[in-house]
Each structure stands twice: as C-alpha cells, then as structure tokens.
C-alpha cells in the first residue's frame, strides 16, 4: 500500500484543521515515518560492514529533512552547489557529503572543495585535468553501458549521459594517482524506482568486479563503493515492496565471498532519495471546481507546480478523499491543476467515492521528487511545506511562494550592452 496506515491514521484527522490553519495546498512529511524507515534501513545492512547512507538531497531538499538524516549518522549526496550549501548548513562536513555532478563546472569543483571539501565523484575522464585542487580521496561514476539495461527513468546505460565507460576505468583511476590521489572509491546509479531488489544485488557484484579488476591491474584498493540510489517504493496499491531483507541478506553474500578472496572489504555506501522519504509525504489539496464536460473533472488548489511526477513520468499517485478513504469509489473522475497544460492532471480515469467542493484530497507519496521537481510555469508558484513531528505537533518548515518571489528576479540593474562595430 502507498501511504502508510499510521500515516494517514495521524494525519487524516487532523487535516481538515491543518487545512484551515495553514491553508492549502501543501506537502506534509511524516517525521516518525522517516525515522522508521532510517533505522529500517541501517538494521537491514547491520551485518555490511561500514555501511552509510548517503540522502539523496534533490528528493527532499529541506533543512529539516536534512537535519533527521544528519541525526541518523546519514551523509548527504549532492550534485549541485545550492545542495552542497544546505547540506553544510546542516552540519556536513568533509567525507559526510559525496558531490556527484555531471557536465561539471569549474565553479562547482571550487565549491565542493570548499569548508572541509566533501568526497568528489568524477563524471568523466576529462574532468581529472579540469579539478584545480585534486583531492586525495577521488571516486568516479561507472557506467556500465551494454553490461547493464537500465530502466524507464534513468534509461538505458548506453544512452545515459552519466559516469565513464568500462573500457575507461584502468585509465581513469591511473590519472588519478598520476594527479596524487590516494583514497579511492567507486560509484554507480544504474536504476531508478526499481523494487526488484535483485536489480540492486547485481548492481554490487559489479562493482566488487570492478574493484577486482582494478586492484589487480593498479594495485588499488578501494575504500568504499557507493551502489547508488534508485530503490523502488509501491505507488500503486497493488505493487510490491522491495524486498529489502533479501537485497542486503543477498549483498552481505557477496560482500563476504570478496573479503574471503582479497583479504579487506570496500565499506558499502547508497545514496537512496525516494526510498527513504517518498512514502512518507503526501500532497493536501482541495477540491474547488467540479466540471462536467466530456468527462467529469475535479479540479483542485494544487497543480503541476507541486508535483511533477504525473506529467513528466506518467506516474500514479494514489488519492484518498479524506474522511471518505473507506468509502467504495463511485464515480470517475480526472483530478487536475489549474496549469494551461492538458498533463496538469494528478490523476486520469480514477474510480473515487463522489467529490463534493471543499473536500480535501490526499496526493499520496509526495515525500521525494515532489516539491522538489515544482517550478513556476505559467505563473503557478510552490506550495508550503509542513513537517509533521513524532509529538503529532505540525511545524511550517517552508513557506509558499508569493507573488513577490515570482518578480524578484526582474528586480536588477539596469545592464544595456551595445556591441563594437568593427
Ligand atoms: C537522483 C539520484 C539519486 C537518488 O535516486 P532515488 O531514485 O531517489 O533513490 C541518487 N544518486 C544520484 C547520483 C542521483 O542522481
């Protein structure tokens, strides 16, 4: 089930309030729930020596979240300088933050070596020559091309911009040293939203290959190997959970035979966004227009600005009307923004009990890769964000955005540039 039933138990009743206090829409987050699933995941890896987790920051990039993943011993995966920036304010330091950016810039190498620096994740082979300072723990980004088949959001590995080729690897980690490196990892992100977790066991027995075939030509030995993010959640009633026991029973195997043949074992690290918050976030919106056309549409307070992932990926988010969540469905409906864009719709052909204006809807699963996909289209801006603590209080963590936001980048100098005539 998406949402879960302790979830919506502390929050369904209180929405309507929340709603009149706050006004709608917004995202809220469930605290507990993201604690529960922290702990989840670091008894699920107890047994893999060194294990961390690296938040994946553009799921859910709010100081507050970052805080509970700081205070779980969490580090933070970063790919842009905005990101590198909140995840310092919260207190990363140094090899807490992993910056893995693609078409890097010479300003983002100068930022992630910064304030204690952070682990850098090169993209690319050019990029060893372009890193003004070369640090001395490096790690590079593998794509593993036809080795692997990727799938629908990250797409296939040969047509994916990220990482280097396997045929780059030696090269990649002998510049490396040549440049002074010292400490060295390895990283890979092959699959987004996969709940078959054996996509994810795979994807570690091929980084432990690499590792073997570095060492044996380079004589490296790798400190940790980063298997990247992209654990699947059910978003849909019927999907499975990924089998998380299985995966790391499955990785610990692994991780064992290799330390019975090389004698040391790389420390394990993943970057997981949506597996760590995206169940745990729901979007409240409320239903405002009901129109009876073609088809019949609900339309509500919230639009594509607050959540992309319908649109852009054709995803399902389950909807609850709340106070009605038990009621059979009865009617057929498009829920939809206000957006001049026919994809402005959060749900299509969905079987719901019957809407009544000022009802409230529940957008479930809105904890990664919602808010943080929003933009301002249109003139649609982004909503509020709520935390809701383990006390049950609820706390403002961000607020809407205003029509003053929207102008304030047309408030500049005055900057006119006529070009020289020869
Ligand atoms: C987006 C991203 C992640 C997180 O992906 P999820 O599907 O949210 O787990 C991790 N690592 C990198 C490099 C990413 O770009």
């Not at 990220?162 to 090269?171: A, D």
């Not at 009876?292 to 549409?297: G, V």
């Not at 009617?331 to 206000?338: P, T």
């Not at 003053?404 to 980048?409: G, H, K, L, M, V």
């Amino acid at each position: 089930m998406p949402m879960s039933q302790s979830f919506k138990e502390r929050l369904f009743p209180i929405a309507a309030e929340l709603a009149e206090h706050y006004g709608t829409p917004f995202h809220i987050y469930d605290e507990a729930g993201i604690l529960a699933t922290g702990e989840r995941l670091k008894k699920a890896f107890a047994s893999v020596t060194g294990f961390r987790e690296y938040y994946a920051v553009k799921a859910l990039p709010n100081p507050k979240i970052l805080a509970l993943m700081k205070d779980m011993g969490f580090g933070f995966d970063c790919s842009s300088i905005p990101e590198l920036i909140m995840s310092r304010q919260v207190g990363g330091r140094g090899e807490d933050i992993m910056f893995t950016s693609n078409n890097t810039t010479l300003e983002e190498f100068t930022a992630a070596a910064a304030e204690g620096g952070c682990i850098l994740n090169l993209d690319d082979i050019s990029l060893i020559a372009k890193v003004p300072v070369f640090p001395e723990l490096v790690c590079f980004r593998y794509n593993p091309g036809p080795r692997r088949t990727g799938n629908i959001i990250i797409g296939n590995p040969v047509e994916a911009k990220y990482g280097i080729t396997h045929e780059q690897v030696i090269s990649a980690y002998k510049l490396a040293l040549e440049r002074g490196a010292k400490r060295f990892g390895l990283h890979t992100m092959v699959a987004s939203n996969e709940r078959d977790y054996t996509y994810i066991v795979e994807t570690t027995r091929m980084l432990l290959q690499i590792a073997e075939l570095v060492e044996n030509e380079l004589g490296i030995r790798f400190e940790f190997l980063n298997i990247g993010g992209g654990l699947g959640i059910p978003y849909r009633p019927e999907d499975n959970p990924l089998d998380l026991d299985a995966m790391t029973k499955e990785i610990t195997a692994l991780i064992d035979d290799f330390k019975s043949d090389h004698g040391y074992t790389p420390r394990i690290y993943m970057e997981s966004g949506r597996w760590m918050t995206g169940p745990h976030g729901a979007l409240i919106t409320r239903a405002i227009n009901h129109k009876s056309i073609y088809r019949q549409y609900i339309g509500v307070d919230a639009c594509m600005s607050s959540l992309m992932r319908p649109a852009m990926y054709d995803a399902y988010h389950h909807v609850d009307v709340i106070g009605k969540q038990d009621q059979p469905p009865s009617e057929v409906y498009d829920v939809v923004g206000s957006l001049c864009e026919n994809n402005d719709k959060f749900a299509v052909q969905r079987s719901l009990p019957s809407i009544q204006e000022r009802d409230l809807l529940a957008i479930h699963d809105t904890g990664a890769h919602g808010y943080a996909m929003g933009f301002q289209y249109n003139g649609r801006l982004r909503p509020k964000e709520l935390l809701l603590r383990t006390d049950g209080s609820v706390e403002l963590i961000r607020r809407a955005e205003t029509n003053a936001d929207y102008f304030q980048t047309l408030d500049f100098k005055e900057d006119v540039y006529s070009a020289k005539r020869p």
